[in-house]
């Protein structure tokens, strides 16, 4: 079992930034490990995701340029900078963990084992 803990969520103005942070309490040999968010009403949209042990990474559309998905692997820790935050940005974010050991079909939710609890951003206009 694998537990994910985000942290960094917050209440903020548009074209600030804002760091989220998503704690592992353990890892596998080969991962994936991304970010997804759900605005009300809408559905889980993919943000982000990392390939631990290669460092591949892949983003959303919607976030291109002002997201940047990083780790710290002696913390187990995934980070989402976001800058440039738009009002379109404010949802729960989650992070996700998948234990498949390959680069498959990273954007979509079926393809991660582990979510965390989420936190939530808001960006305000």
């Known amino acids: 079992q694998v537990q994910l803990v985000e942290s960094g969520g917050g209440l903020v103005q548009a074209g600030d930034s804002l760091r989220l942070s998503c704690a592992a309490s353990?890892?596998?040999?080969?991962?994936?490990i991304g970010w997804f968010r759900q605005a009300p009403g809408k559905e889980r949209e993919f943000v982000s995701c990392l390939s631990w042990s290669g460092g591949r990474t892949d983003y959303g559309d919607s976030v291109k340029g002002r997201f940047t998905i990083s780790r710290d692997n002696a913390k187990n820790t995934v980070y989402l900078q976001m800058n440039s935050l738009k009002p379109e940005d404010t949802a729960i974010y989650y992070c996700a963990l998948s234990s498949r050991g390959s680069w498959g079909a990273v954007t979509i939710t079926r393809w991660y084992d582990y979510w965390g609890q989420g936190t939530q951003v808001t960006v305000s206009s």
């Open positions: 353990r890892t596998f040999s080969s991962y994936v």
